[in-house]
């Protein structure tokens, strides 16, 4: 009998602390779960973004959203758009979506008169945009903000071919730690090596790509790809294999380009 009470004394023992152990565990994954409220593919996916939370309702009701397959763009007398991009020490994330770099004041590009101040740009595997059907391997994103608080964002989109210099000093800080900024003063960058010679654009008014996928964001989308080395892309994938979201319905409205 007591070797029976002993017993029973001992599993109990041994279900409590397992009851212990699974507590924070179960926290712990809550915790993880509610930081990526969304994601690129399953049930938080870009299908389901609209009905995460009331606060991303315009990522399924929104009429004009973003990215696009780019067809039949109407030809324009368009404003060049004016990049004047200052070197600035590397701060760059992991934000647990993509990979961004976060810029300080003073680089900009100015478009019919007005100024964006650059804040961040970012990547996407394989490209967010189509033209007249093609996807690219990759895109940068630039996220401009004008004095109205008004998004502009230049799309440079990206294939295969040699390497990208600004790339590799990125590459080669990529954060070890998810969410958090990794600044390195001694790096400086320009955002410029990423754009293309040729700065012909399309363009149009569309949203952000991710939740809560906010519109009326002028979009300018560089028509010449820059070349990205297959390494490159590789590492990218490596932390992305794809973050992209897909394309969204025109629904009327008219893409314009540049001579």
């Not at 990529?174 to 700065?199: W, Y």
Request: charged share 20%.
């Amino acid at each position: 009998m007591k070797r029976i009470m002993y017993m029973l004394h001992s599993l109990l023992l041994t279900a409590a602390m397992l009851m212990m152990t699974a507590i924070p565990l179960a926290a712990a994954a809550e915790k993880s779960a509610a930081g990526h409220e969304w994601s690129y593919e399953g049930e938080h996916g870009p299908a389901h973004w609209g009905d995460v939370k009331t606060d991303y309702a315009v990522c399924k009701t929104g009429k004009n959203q973003s990215p696009i397959d780019i067809t039949g763009a109407v030809k324009t007398d368009l404003s060049p758009i004016q990049f004047d991009y200052k070197a600035a020490p590397l701060r760059i994330i992991n934000n647990g979506h993509s990979i961004q770099v976060n810029y300080p004041e003073g680089s900009s590009i100015t478009i019919d008169g007005k100024q964006y101040q650059l804040v961040q740009f970012h990547f996407h595997h394989p490209s967010e945009e189509k033209i007249k059907g093609k996807s690219f391997d990759m895109v940068a994103h630039l996220v401009h903000k004008n004095a109205e608080g008004k998004l502009a964002v230049v799309a440079v989109l990206m294939q295969k071919g040699q390497a990208n210099a600004l790339l590799k000093a990125l590459w080669e800080h990529l954060p070890k730690e998810e969410g958090k900024e990794e600044v390195a003063t001694d790096v400086m960058i320009n955002p410029s090596e990423l754009l293309p010679a040729q700065r012909g654009y399309y363009t149009y008014t569309g949203s952000l790509t991710t939740p809560p996928c906010t519109e009326g964001v002028m979009w300018l989308v560089l028509k010449t790809p820059v070349e990205i080395s297959d390494a490159q892309i590789n590492r990218f994938a490596h932390f992305y294999k794809h973050n992209a979201r897909p394309v969204q319905p025109l629904d009327g409205r008219v893409v314009s380009e540049s001579p």
